[in-house]
């Protein structure tokens, strides 16, 4: 298939997905991005336009762990983001995928950030 009709296709599911999710301050949306070699995640209040946490693979602390985009690493930084979502004092996320289907480093992430104390 063709790259540039590949990525069309992709920002056309993520935005089908966005229509239907939407994060407020109360309940935040938590969107993960899984690329060939990191993940990103982060909690954002759609009303307000604003992020309110934010963890990657390239953070300092996770970057001496040597994180890369496995399934490992995704049950890590589930575990992390959790974590650091539970400090901001974020109890509940509406889970966004970004478009990639939900099994896999998707799935492994959203088990371990539910494990961590979020509810979905």
């Known amino acids: 298939m063709n790259t540039v009709r590949k990525a069309d296709l992709l920002q056309k599911r993520r935005w089908r997905i966005r229509k239907k999710v939407g994060g407020t301050a109360a309940r935040p949306r938590l969107s993960v991005r899984f690329t060939s070699k990191h993940v990103y995640a982060q909690a ?28 490992a690493s995704a049950k890590t930084l589930g575990l992390a983001f959790a974590a650091k979502a539970k400090a901001a004092g974020i109890n509940s996320v509406v889970f966004d995928r970004s478009g990639a289907p939900y099994h896999g480093k998707v799935k492994v992430f959203a088990d371990a950030a539910r494990e961590g104390g979020l509810a979905f």
């Open 44 to 71: 954002i209040n759609d009303d307000a336009g604003t992020t309110l946490v934010f963890l990657s693979s390239l953070d300092a602390e996770l970057r001496q762990k040597k994180l890369q985009a496995n399934l």
